[in-house]
């Protein structure tokens, strides 16, 4: 297996997500606000003193209003000859009120997500001596790897003081996930020139079949200081749980064998904001990310991501509209990020930088924002050429007074 990997990585075509998407059970995903990736791909900060951050636990409190919040994106990636496109569906949540500056909020969005394919372009030969047949053959892999882990979140998040706030989230950990590789076999022959031509024989095909379940637990607390606002936050998740069954074309599904994953699941993050004055604001962020250590067997091509580090700075500006207008305000944003991936035998640079607008439309609290995220990611063992992607995020929260209006009766 170790000498496939080493040829796959020589000489490969990807084809749907990227290349992040190569270890452990997928690409990780922490990040669904527009209104947060427009400064600088941030986590716990719109630019709204009354809009709650998706990504933020502590901050769902500033609506008064039941929400209806979802948000989806586009993903383009260049990576040598290819160009890759994915398209996904990254949150959706209601929250609403219980009591006066306290939220709950129920949703569901993805945390580990992988949908790629690898086709080897070279081919293997199998002199004759060591071929079944007696003759000579070659064969290359193609390789898919699909699903991955979800969650489905409760959130609880209240005003303590006038200046404290705390967000409590519990989310239940589940999914499934396929690993499918196909043995492509072909017959050998030579012309009279001795050109080599490859005719297919046959396909093994095998799968590793595995079921998620785990629990992530989030606390996150939030302190207004004048100008200053600060966040922290932390999250760690309970022993991962795995089923695993392996299917083979020709003996079909062996027994299923259960695994425990107990090298948790944890992050530590740091966000802090500065009010320039009531249009201007500026913000930065560290994160911190240590993913499932889990057997290589259970990981995308053996390999496990051991941390992500990052930092991220931005900055907005508020426009306040007129009291007549359809749209209340509107903001202009944009950041900086810079993360770095530590992964078995080498490392992923990720730098990039992010624009983003949004607008607070109508009186009941609507919330649109877009934004634009473009990187590049470099790797340090030169096995992947350098990724170029951008991503486009969408967000909505569409606010309506229901609560509200049952509290008053």
Same mark, same amino acid.
């Given at each position: 297996?170790?000498?496939?990997?080493?040829?796959?990585?020589?000489?490969?075509?990807?084809?749907?997500?990227?290349?992040?998407?190569?270890?452990?059970?997928?690409?990780?995903?922490?990040?669904?606000?527009?209104?947060?990736?427009?400064?600088?791909?941030?986590?716990?900060?719109?630019?709204?003193?009354?809009?709650?951050?998706?990504?933020?636990?502590?901050?769902?409190?500033?609506?008064?209003?039941?929400?209806?919040?979802?948000?989806?994106?586009?993903?383009?990636?260049?990576?040598?000859?290819?160009?890759?496109?994915?398209?996904?569906?990254?949150?959706?949540?209601?929250?609403?009120?219980?009591?006066?500056?306290?939220?709950?909020?129920?949703?569901?969005?993805?945390?580990?997500?992988?949908?790629?394919?690898?086709?080897?372009?070279?081919?293997?030969?199998?002199?004759?001596?060591?071929?079944?047949?007696?003759?000579?053959?070659?064969?290359?892999?193609?390789?898919?790897?699909?699903?991955?882990?979800?969650?489905?979140?409760?959130?609880?998040?209240?005003?303590?003081?006038?200046?404290?706030?705390?967000?409590?989230?519990?989310?239940?950990?589940?999914?499934?996930?396929?690993?499918?590789?196909?043995?492509? !076999?072909? %017959?050998?022959?030579?012309?009279?020139? $001795? @050109?080599?031509? *490859? #005719?297919?024989? /046959? +396909?093994?095909? &095998?799968? =590793?079949?595995?079921?998620?379940?785990?629990?992530?637990?989030?606390?996150?607390?939030?302190?207004?200081?004048?100008?200053?606002?600060?966040?922290?936050?932390?999250?760690?998740?309970?022993?991962?749980?795995?089923?695993?069954?392996?299917?083979?074309?020709?003996?079909?599904?062996?027994?299923?064998?259960?695994?425990?994953?107990?090298?948790?699941?944890?992050?530590?993050?740091?966000?802090?904001?500065?009010? !320039?004055? %009531?249009?201007?604001?500026?913000?930065? $962020? @560290?994160?911190? *990310? #240590?993913?499932? /250590? +889990?057997?290589? &067997?259970? =990981?995308?091509?053996?390999?496990?991501?051991?941390?992500?580090?990052?930092?991220?700075?931005?900055?907005?500006?508020?426009?306040?509209?007129?009291?007549?207008?359809?749209?209340?305000?509107?903001?202009?944003?944009?950041?900086?990020?810079?993360?770095?991936?530590?992964?078995?035998?080498?490392?992923?640079?990720?730098?990039?930088?992010?624009?983003?607008?949004?607008?607070?439309?109508?009186?009941?609290?609507?919330?649109?924002?877009?934004?634009?995220?473009?990187?590049?990611?470099?790797?340090? #063992?030169?096995?992947?050429?350098?990724?170029?992607?951008?991503?486009?995020?969408?967000?909505?929260?569409?606010?309506?007074?229901?609560?509200?209006?049952?509290?008053?009766?």
């Amino acid at each position: 297996m170790k000498l496939i990997y080493c040829l796959i990585l020589l000489s490969f075509s990807f084809s749907q997500t990227s290349t992040s998407s190569l270890n452990g059970f997928g690409s990780y995903v922490n990040r669904f606000d527009a209104s947060a990736i427009g400064m600088g791909d941030t986590k716990f900060f719109s630019g709204f003193s009354d809009r709650a951050n998706f990504s933020s636990s502590s901050s769902f409190w500033k609506s008064p209003f039941s929400n209806l919040i979802m948000s989806i994106d586009v993903h383009n990636y260049s990576l040598s000859d290819d160009n890759l496109v994915s398209n996904n569906f990254k949150m959706l949540s209601f929250s609403f009120p219980v009591g006066m500056n306290k939220a709950f909020s129920l949703g569901m969005n993805p945390l580990l997500r992988s949908n790629i394919s690898i086709s080897e372009s070279d081919y293997i030969f199998i002199p004759s001596q060591n071929s079944p047949t007696g003759n000579p053959l070659a064969y290359n892999t193609d390789y898919s790897f699909k699903g991955g882990i979800s969650e489905f979140y409760l959130l609880y998040s209240s005003l303590i003081t006038d200046n404290f706030s705390i967000g409590l989230r519990w989310s239940k950990l589940f999914g499934t996930s396929e690993y499918e590789y196909l043995l492509n !076999l072909y %017959n050998i022959s030579f012309d009279s020139n $001795e @050109n080599i031509s *490859y #005719n297919f024989n /046959n +396909t093994e095909s &095998f799968s =590793n079949n595995q079921e998620y379940s785990s629990q992530k637990y989030n606390f996150e607390l939030r302190y207004n200081l004048k100008k200053y606002e600060f966040v922290f936050s932390y999250s760690h998740t309970s022993p991962l749980e795995i089923s695993f069954t392996p299917f083979f074309d020709t003996l079909g599904s062996l027994n299923t064998e259960e695994y425990l994953v107990n090298d948790n699941l944890f992050e530590r993050d740091f966000g802090l904001k500065y009010q !320039l004055n %009531n249009n201007i604001g500026l913000v930065f $962020e @560290n994160h911190y *990310y #240590n993913s499932f /250590n +889990t057997y290589d &067997f259970l =990981n995308i091509l053996n390999n496990n991501i051991d941390n992500i580090k990052s930092n991220h700075i931005g900055a907005y500006f508020v426009d306040y509209k007129k009291s007549n207008s359809e749209i209340n305000k509107s903001i202009f944003k944009f950041g900086f990020f810079d993360k770095k991936y530590d992964l078995t035998g080498y490392n992923i640079s990720d730098k990039g930088f992010t624009l983003g607008y949004g607008i607070n439309y109508f009186k009941t609290k609507n919330f649109l924002d877009v934004s634009f995220k473009f990187g590049k990611k470099s790797f340090s #063992n030169n096995i992947y050429s350098d990724e170029d992607y951008y991503q486009i995020v969408l967000s909505l929260i569409s606010g309506e007074k229901w609560f509200v209006n049952e509290r008053k009766k």
